[in-house]
């Protein structure tokens, strides 16, 4: 079946620091990818999305590229802030089938920046 | 426009007990999701109704778990009885999908956090 693994975490970065959260994806066919953001005592906001090989989304300084010969869809920030400590899921979700509104998610990293 | 709206926030029962959650979804979308969060794991599909019709429900672990959408508009989810591996946070999100091929976004709710002692 369709799994999603993300890179262990915690990950904890000092302000303007890099960021990657890597996630790798495990599917057939071509499913659509999203990371999805959880603030403290908030529900889960899509943060960006890429429904094809090669897309990249972006949102709010973040990035990523649909690979689908490595079937990774890796989160990168250039300069992170206290603001981005959040909880990050990585997710797929294919279209057609029965299962087509079913989104599989990662197990979540927990990104904490310190000033 | 207000969002997806869960209840309670917190549910703290005891085994054998009887736990209903509440979801009420954006107002127009016709797609209600609900998903489980167990011990810090990953987030679980439940089940999928289009309307007040369930279109998908392979992610219900057991009899013990009843959803009901009736007049599709807001959702429940009844836990009965409860376990303690039902433990978790619960949660909903809808969206405005028409048909299988569409990829929309799903809003999510705030969660209700569940605790079966």
């Known amino acids: 079946g369709d799994s999603v693994t993300q890179m262990e975490g915690p990950v904890t970065l000092s302000e303007e620091a890099f960021l990657t959260i890597n996630c790798t994806y495990t599917?057939?066919?071509?499913?659509?990818l999203f990371w999805y953001v959880q603030y403290p005592g908030e529900g889960l906001q899509l943060l960006l999305k890429?429904?094809?090989?090669?897309d990249k989304g972006s949102n709010k300084g973040f990035e990523a590229t649909y690979r689908k010969e490595t079937t990774s869809f890796h989160l990168e920030k250039g300069s992170v802030q206290v603001s981005d400590s959040a909880v990050y899921f990585c997710?797929?979700?294919?279209?057609?089938?029965?299962?087509?509104?079913?989104?599989?998610f990662g197990q979540g990293t927990i990104l904490t920046v310190h000033p | 426009e207000a969002g997806v709206t869960q209840f309670p926030s917190h549910s703290v029962i005891e085994k054998g007990q009887t736990v209903t959650l509440r979801c009420d979804p954006i107002?127009?979308?016709?797609?209600l999701y609900w998903y489980r969060r167990v011990m810090g794991k990953e987030i679980k599909f439940l089940l999928h109704?289009?309307?007040?019709?369930?279109?998908?429900e392979s992610g219900m672990p057991n009899n013990r778990f009843l959803a009901e959408r009736t007049g599709g508009t807001y959702s429940t989810l009844k836990v009965q009885p409860a376990e303690l591996e039902d433990s978790g946070v619960y949660f909903c999100?809808?969206?405005?999908?028409?048909?299988?091929?569409?990829?929309?976004?799903?809003?999510f709710g705030p969660g209700t956090r569940l605790t079966v002692l």
């Open positions: 107002s127009g979308h016709d797609n």
């Open positions: 109704f289009v309307k007040e019709s369930k279109q998908d």
């Open positions: 997710a797929l979700r294919r279209a057609g089938g029965t299962s087509y509104g079913k989104l599989t």
């Open positions: 999100a809808s969206s405005q999908d028409r048909g299988r091929l569409a990829v929309n976004e799903q809003f």
């Open positions: 599917a057939t066919g071509y499913p659509s």
């Open positions: 890429a429904t094809k090989a090669d």
